[in-house]
């Protein structure tokens, strides 16, 4: 009977006339293949497809600020990609402002509504005197009316859900397709008082309501857009001594 041989191998791996020998006769297996090439051709894709998406989210006063430096006939096409764009939008934005809802009409105002476009509801507190809901109501009317291919709806939450606590409120929920794809219970999810524009911008880009390239989500007076929203109603229209003897809980 013979016996097996021990074949001594230090590292397989090793790029070796030993091992080499040991490969041809299938003692080891192949070395594989090594994964730098692969890299450096994912690299190389990667860098050649930011170059063509250089242009991505860029305005029309952007795209004319680029004419020194891009290809005519390469920028006209992102121009008139630009102009398409806003006109699908255009064409989409059929609500822009807030729909108070009657439970009778939740069906077909939300529901069947939401076969259509995204539609968010607004469950706001039964006595008005919520801070959340008054900043979220603030919020609503400026959402609508920067998104209109979105319908923004609003109601009382007693109206709407029997016995519905208003600890609870407001409360955001989001439809598509005939279906709840998220609630936000309080706005304890987002940032409290201090919640903005640009948090709820998050959610729908976050659930595909809104594009990332999406024009209408470039401000220009980014600064001051950034600090509005984080006031909340009652500092913009009631002097700073009122303010601090509010009672915020």
């Known amino acids: 009977m013979d016996m097996p041989v021990n074949v001594p191998v230090d ?10 020998i040991l490969r041809k006769h299938g003692v080891i297996p192949e070395k594989p293949p090594s994964p730098t090439p692969m890299i450096e051709e994912a690299l190389i894709q990667a860098r050649e497809l930011a170059h063509e998406n250089r242009l991505e989210g860029k305005d029309l006063d952007e795209l004319d600020e680029l004419e020194d430096d891009e290809d005519e006939d390469f920028l006209n096409q992102y121009r008139q990609k ?27 105002e939300v529901t069947e509504a939401s076969n259509q476009a995204f539609v968010l509801v607004l469950l706001t507190s039964s006595t008005g005197t919520n801070p959340e809901s008054q900043l979220m109501i603030e919020l609503w009317r400026e959402l609508a009316k920067k998104f209109g291919d979105i319908k923004f709806c ?20 989001i439809y598509k397709d005939g279906e709840i794809k998220r609630q936000l219970v309080t ?6 008082v201090k919640t903005n524009m ?18 209408r989500l470039k401000r220009r007076d980014d600064n001051n857009d950034q600090d509005q929203p984080k006031r909340s109603i009652f500092q913009s229209s009631r002097p700073q001594q009122e303010e601090d003897d509010d009672d915020w809980d």
Do not use: F
């Open 154 to 173: 609003q109601m009382q939450a007693n109206l709407c859900i029997e016995g519905y606590p208003d600890r609870n409120t407001p409360t955001v929920l």
């Open 11 to 20: 590292d397989p791996n090793a790029d070796t006339e030993w091992n080499d």
């Open 82 to 108: 630009r102009m398409n764009e806003l006109s699908e939008l255009k064409t989409a934005s059929v609500y822009n402002q807030v729909y108070p809802v009657q439970k009778p009409d939740y069906s077909r």
């Open 198 to 215: 640009a948090d709820m911008e998050k959610v729908l880009l976050d659930l595909g309501a809104l594009k990332h390239n999406d024009s």
């Open 187 to 192: 706005l304890k999810e987002l940032n409290g």
